[in-house]
């Protein structure tokens, strides 16, 4: 029988899932409280939220989502690491110091990853710095052509001199 608190906790699991571009599924293992405070307060630093969700309250919510292909890592006891910004670099290297935290895999923007996918997109340069690089590749395309098509007529102009 559903009651209200369980409707609660699965609208919350929908709000987390919509609201947030980065979601990391991890497996918890048992660690001491101020442990548990001191990472959560690391993550927070880098806007990131530590959610403990019931498998049973998630399960039925990623089932009828478009996250279902997420179902095969909430098995065990699982922690949900969410932000609103992809930080997974920052979520990576606060990870390394918790042995007791094992990423099983995330959803970046709508696209699921392993933990490898994870590990390769933090080494990807910001977005900002990738536009910037193609656009200067771009922008040197034009100016070779240019003076390739002005280097015929440089050296005509040196050959009748």
Do not use: W
């Not at 990472?39 to 880098?46: E, Q, S, V």
């Amino acid at each position: 029988q559903d009651n209200g608190y369980a409707r609660l906790l699965r609208r919350q699991v929908e709000e987390a899932f919509r609201e947030n571009r980065m979601i990391a599924v991890c497996q918890y293992n048992s660690m001491p409280g101020e442990d548990v405070v001191m990472m959560r307060h690391y993550l927070r630093k880098y806007n990131i939220e530590v959610k403990f969700f019931l498998n049973e309250i998630v399960r039925p919510v990623l089932s009828q989502s478009k996250y279902k292909n997420l179902l095969p890592l909430f098995v065990g006891r699982n922690v949900l690491l969410v932000s609103r910004e992809t930080k997974a670099k920052e979520m990576l290297r606060v990870l390394k110091g918790v042995p007791q935290i094992n990423l099983l895999g995330a959803c970046i923007d709508d696209t699921i990853l392993s933990k490898k996918g994870v590990e390769n997109f933090a080494r990807l340069p910001p977005l900002e710095a990738a536009q910037g690089q193609t656009v200067g590749s771009l922008a040197l395309l034009p100016s070779q052509t240019s003076s390739l098509l002005q280097r015929g007529s440089a050296y005509l102009t040196a050959l009748l001199d």
